[in-house]
C-alpha cells in the first residue's frame, strides 16, 4: 500500500470520525416545557426562558427507511469506499477513473457538507474537522494525479530518445 492510499485512508477515517462530532450549533432559549426556540416568543417572560445552544449532527434527519436521507450518509462514507476500491483495483482503467472522479467529489463533498452547517447555524467542530478531512483527501489526489502524469511523461520522453538515431 503506498504512502498516498495511506494518507487517502487517514483522511477518509477521519472524514467518517466527524459524524461524531457536531456539525453545526444555534443558540436560542429552551422553554418551560423543554422545547428550543431560536427567538423569545413576544408574550413571554424572560425568566421562564433559559439561553441554550442546541446541537446539530450530521446523522440527526438520517432514517433508513427514507432513501432521500441517504445522501448524507454517502457525503461521509464514500472516501472509504474509493480508497478500498483502489487498494485492490488491478484495472488500469478504475484506478484512472478514481484518479479523476475522487477530486471531483472531495469537493463536492466539501461544498455540501459546509453549506448544511452554514444553512441558519454556526459551523461547529464536526464541519471543520470535515473539511479538513476532505482538503487532506484532495491535496491526496492531487499529488497522485501530479505523479502520475510526470510519470507518463517523463516514460513518454524516455521513448523518444530511445528512438531517435544519435548522430555518428
Known sequence: MSTILRIKGAAALLLVGSLALPQSTCSGYRGPDGKFVPELPRD????AYQPAVERHYALDDVRLDDPGTWFNIALFFWPLAAVASMARARSGRLRTFLAVVEPILAVCS????????????TPAAGAYVAIGALAVYFAACAVEVWRAVRSRRVAIEDAAVQRTPWPK
Open 110 to 121: 466539501a461544498y455540501v457538507i459546509w453549506s448544511i452547517a452554514t444553512l441558519f447555524a
Open 44 to 47: 413571554s417572560t424572560r425568566s
